[in-house]
């Protein structure tokens, strides 16, 4: 399994940003991809999760109403749509799952993908 993160930037607060995370090796469609975040000297933290099954999301409080997170199963790509960015928003982003052996949301992180900086500041 494979994950592939792209999309990262920098972004004025109140901006938008879009991350997709591509996945590989997986050949059902039973698995979740979530994604994580970690600021500097700050734990890494869940951000938003969703079961490419049945599209069932969740989103932690701190981004709820903000982060839009969606898949495209034709192509296992999952989309994290990030609006009315804050600065606090600012750090590194990954996509996790944990292939087709657990179906939980939020993934207990299994596989990754290389992470992407995301910066918002004026």
């Known amino acids: 399994v494979q994950l592939q993160a792209s999309g990262g930037g920098f972004v004025q607060p109140g901006g938008s940003l879009r991350l997709s995370c591509a996945a590989s090796g997986i050949s059902s469609d039973r698995y979740v991809i979530g994604w994580f975040r970690q600021a500097p000297g700050k734990e890494r933290e869940g951000v938003s999760c969703?079961?490419?099954?049945?599209?069932?999301?969740h989103n932690e409080d701190s981004v709820k109403g903000r982060f839009t997170i969606s898949r495209d199963k034709a192509k296992n790509t999952v989309d994290l749509q990030m609006t009315s960015l804050k600065p606090e928003d600012t750090a590194v982003y990954y996509c996790?799952?944990?292939?087709?052996?657990?179906?939980?949301?939020?993934?207990?992180?299994?596989?990754w993908g290389q992470g992407t900086q995301v910066t918002v500041s004026s």
């Open positions: 969703i079961r490419i099954s049945d599209g069932a999301t």
């Open positions: 996790a799952t944990d292939g087709e052996a657990i179906n939980h949301c939020p993934p207990l992180g299994i596989y």
